[in-house]
């Protein structure tokens, strides 16, 4: 017990441990092994490819780690440049996009490639293995680690997207204290146009009414669709017959 709660405390670290900068904020990544504390600026770069870790500032008042966000530290994601690993020199603006992965629900910060022959900006999420939910516009996206973890999850114990949804939003906020801002893509009521729309959010339903999860099927159908065939029909032995009916939604 007493070494579990040492983990829940900053110890002797007095400085960053990259930089060795002292008399400033300590954060802490709860993703990665150990209980290394960093400064706000090696922690962004450390995390420049890994901004779906969690991490927590020390707090010398309360004597505690208050959950925050790498994109509230500054960290942002720089989608495909034709040039491997360069930076692009014609960026977009700032763009929130909420991200579903197997840790929980992320809000980061992209910028888009705007050069010439860019790709469009599902593709440019697409490309970091991120599945956009919108072609035009997007909010939300899910990783590819949710989708496999999610088909494996449904394969396994037949669970809905609904009941998937809801396990990741109690490890995004389990005590329903932090409001959770959740970005989606929705159509305009008066016109063909997509809109952004902006809304904090304290518990699961608001949550998963914001994000607007696609239905069972349409997620089983989009995976069933990158299967190979060798995989397909060793599903399908295992399945109920009407899978085996069941054609595309969008048929």
């Known amino acids: 017990m007493n070494a579990l709660l040492n983990l829940e405390d900053i110890g002797d670290a007095l400085s960053c ?29 450390m995390h420049q490819e890994m901004p779906l870790h969690r991490v927590s500032l020390w707090d010398p008042t309360a004597g505690c780690f208050q959950s925050t966000s790498l994109a509230e530290l500054g960290l942002v994601l720089n989608l495909s440049h034709n040039a491997l690993y360069s930076v692009c020199p014609n960026p977009s603006s700032l763009h929130g996009i909420t991200v579903i992965h197997t840790n929980g629900i992320h809000n980061i910060s992209v910028q888009f490639c705007n050069c010439p022959q860019s790709q469009s900006a599902d593709l440019q999420l697409f490309n970091e293995k991120l599945f956009s939910a919108s072609t035009r516009l997007p909010q939300t996206a ?18 809905s997207a609904y009941v998937f ?37 304290s518990r699961v339903s608001s949550r ?12 089983l159908w989009s995976i069933w669709q990158c299967l190979p065939i060798s995989a397909t029909h060793r599903c399908m032995s295992r399945m109920s017959p009407p899978w085996k009916e069941y054609s595309s939604p969008m048929a």
């Open 17 to 45: 441990c990259r930089c060795n900068q002292s008399q400033c904020p300590l954060f802490r990544c709860n993703t990665c092994l150990g209980t290394v504390s960093y400064c706000q600026g090696c922690i962004v770069k």
């Open 142 to 159: 899910f990783s590819f680690a949710v989708l496999e973890q999610f088909r494996y999850y449904h394969l396994e114990s037949k669970g």
């Open 165 to 201: 949804m809801n396990t990741l939003c109690r490890l995004t906020d389990d005590t329903g204290c932090i409001r959770v801002e959740v970005l989606s893509s929705c159509s305009d009521p008066h016109g063909d146009t997509e809109v952004a729309h902006k809304g904090p959010s």
């Open 208 to 219: 998963l009414q914001a994000v607007e999860l696609p239905s069972d099927q349409e997620v």
